[in-house]
């Protein structure tokens, strides 16, 4: 794969080489150029050492739990809110980072919340390709797809250009086995996909078909109690890992 540069001494680094069948060690990742503290917290992602040390914890309680629901298995983990703009996308990205916190783990953040993207923040290019191109064009390679960020251990899936028939694609053969490709591919890795509100769009609901637990973000002050059970229903009970309530 040709690497394409993403800003001066930061480029796309393949998460997957071709020659390769066996899963990679944590420390053959290819590394970029890493964000500094001020540049993680203009992006609103945390860091060890964070003045804000509640945000820091309450994601590493939400580590330790979905770690431990996993049992020693890496998981693909949901993440949606209630209602437009819920905070979903803050949430997801910050589980993401505190997975790839976690020494012995790595962490894919994909991107299919089709309202709130986040590939300009995390991205200091437009990415040519994201995963509805994948799923649309079987041309495009999966190492077309994924990004470094400036997180340790941390790659990004970007949502794509081809958003037309997104429901279509996610629900898609080609879906089950990306998913299935990606979590296998080290085998700590935890996948963590953003998705649009479960109250608002079908999106969340055909992923969580493919994910091993769902995780709700709730703002706080703008939503009921019947939204909130709706969206755990819309999900479904039996992979509801919990809630996030965001400020």
């Known amino acids: 794969m040709k690497e394409e540069p993403l800003r001066k001494v930061t480029r796309v ?103 709130e993207s986040t590939s300009d923040d995390l991205l200091p290019i437009t990415p040519e390709y994201g995963i509805t191109d994948y799923l649309a064009n079987d041309a495009i390679k999966i190492e077309d797809i994924i990004y470094a960020t400036g997180i340790h251990k941390l790659r990004m899936v970007p949502v794509g250009n081809s958003k037309e028939r997104a429901v279509e694609y996610f629900s898609s053969r080609r879906m089950q086995q990306f998913i299935r490709e990606v979590r296998s591919r080290y085998k700590d890795r935890f996948v963590v996909i953003d998705t649009p509100s479960a109250s608002k769009s079908i999106e969340a609901r055909v992923l969580s078909q493919h994910c091993d637990a769902s995780v709700l973000v709730v703002p706080s002050g703008q939503v009921v109690m019947d939204q909130v059970m709706a969206g755990i229903d819309a999900l479904g009970r039996e992979k509801f890992a919990g809630l996030i309530f965001n400020n």
């Open 13 to 115: 680094a393949p998460d997957f080489m071709e020659s390769s069948g066996v899963d990679d060690s944590i420390n053959d990742m290819n590394q970029i150029l890493l964000w500094s503290n001020a540049e993680l917290q203009d992006r609103k992602i945390i860091y060890p050492g964070m003045q804000q040390r509640e945000v820091l914890n309450a994601f590493r309680e939400i580590r330790t739990k979905i770690v431990a629901d996993a049992h020693e298995k890496n998981l693909v983990v949901l993440v949606t809110s209630v209602g437009h703009k819920g905070g979903a996308s803050f949430s997801a990205l910050n589980m993401a980072a505190a997975f790839a916190m976690d020494e012995g783990k790595t962490a894919l953040y994909i991107d299919c919340n089709l309202d």
